[in-house]
């Protein structure tokens, strides 16, 4: 069965410096990989995706995350961190399902991320 | 833009009342999901919809039913509405072909108490 775990329940670091939110994944096959933000009373947001393509993928707001299949692992990172990065981020695996072109998502439990100023 | 809208951003029932919360989107989409979130649990698939009249069990759907009457609109029902049911759930559409295709869009979410 396809799974994702997130390392962190909560990162705290300084305005300006790197963010790191660990991810690993478990999957049968190459899975599809995504990592969506929610800020506060927002709804969810796509930051990035990793489709078998490159394994380094470059999502919005300076975000990247590298798919390392020996490692298991798809952590997400900023060089820098910024106060309006403070939110939740989710770790998502896509699973097929019945149908052609069908996929359902399965989460991970989130990674709060707060920016200290 | 994709646009999901749900039709309450905040609910208050009883329990033991029947429940509706509407899902609708905008761009054509195939596939239609319920999610509740719940802190420290993240987000948990209730029901999803790869169709019209097509539903198909999400991990945790005891307790849900839903409708897909038409492409556009997904309904999610609480039978008779427990505490334990308190939470918030978010709609999501995803189409099967394009450039996105394999994303999911979710609304802003609507947050249920049920006393």
């Known amino acids: 069965a396809q799974s994702v775990t997130q390392l962190d329940s909560h990162v705290s670091v300084s305005e300006g410096t790197p963010v790191l939110l660990r991810c690993n994944y478990s999957s049968s096959y190459s899975p599809s990989l995504f990592w969506y933000v929610q800020h506060p009373n927002k709804g969810l947001q796509l930051l990035l995706k990793?489709?078998?393509?490159?394994?380094l993928v470059k999502g919005i707001n300076g975000f990247e995350a590298e798919f390392k299949k020996s490692e298991t692992s798809f952590h997400l990172t900023k060089p820098s961190a910024h106060m309006s990065d403070a939110a939740e981020y989710f770790c998502?695996?896509?699973?097929?399902?019945?149908?052609?072109?069908?996929?359902?998502?399965?989460f991970g439990t989130g990674t709060r991320l707060t920016i200290i100023p | 833009d994709v646009k999901v809208t749900q039709s309450s951003r905040y609910l208050v029932k009883r329990t033991g009342e029947k429940v509706f919360l509407e899902c609708v989107q905008d761009m054509d989409h195939e596939n239609m999901f319920w999610y509740r979130q719940d802190p420290g649990l993240g987000l948990r698939l209730i029901y999803f919809s790869y169709d019209v009249k097509m539903k198909e069990k999400g991990d945790i759907p005891e307790g849900y039913s839903v409708s897909r009457e038409k492409k556009e609109r997904f309904s999610l029902i609480l039978e008779s509405a427990s505490t334990n049911q308190t939470s918030m759930y978010l709609c999501?559409?995803?189409?099967?072909?394009?450039?996105?295709?394999?994303?999911?869009?979710f609304g802003p979410g609507t947050r249920l108490t049920v006393l």
């Open positions: 990793y489709t078998s393509a490159a394994t």
């Open positions: 999501a559409s995803r189409g099967r072909s394009g450039a996105n295709y394999n994303e999911q869009f």
């Open positions: 998502v695996v896509s699973v097929p399902t019945s149908g052609f072109g069908n996929e359902k998502l399965t």
